[in-house]
């Protein structure tokens, strides 16, 4: 009767330690694209200002380009042709109409 019993207890243990665990799906939006902003040196500590089409500014950090970078700082735009500028103290470092792609990181390369 103990042995019954035991088995009883230690089977539920073991059949619920072999369950298969929570399964998650990760999906991105479908209208995003992504943007990194990548220099050689550490010029630009303080961040950038970056204008996307009229909207209002937004303060990006900048990562240095290395080897070690697996992925620095990224921001979500909207796909799609976009008018980016970025703006350091006044001086603007890129001024560009580019293509954004869906799903897309699109690496920017300051001076």
Do not use: W
Not at 29 to 43: C, D, R
Not at 89 to 106: A, E, W, Y
């Amino acid at each position: 009767m103990k042995k019954y019993l035991f088995v009883l207890c230690i089977v539920p243990l073991i059949l619920y330690g072999c369950r298969v665990g929570r399964t998650t799906e990760v999906r991105g939006y479908e209208n995003e694209s992504y943007l990194q902003f990548v220099q050689g040196q550490q010029k630009y500590q303080e961040g950038v200002e970056v204008y996307v089409d009229d909207l209002p500014f937004f303060v990006a950090k900048v990562n240095k380009v290395n080897d070690r970078t697996v992925k620095g700082n990224v921001y979500t735009v909207k796909s799609g042709t976009r008018h980016l500028k970025v703006v350091y103290k006044g001086k603007v470092l890129f001024d560009k109409q580019v293509i954004l792609s869906s799903q897309q990181t699109r690496q920017i390369q300051l001076p």
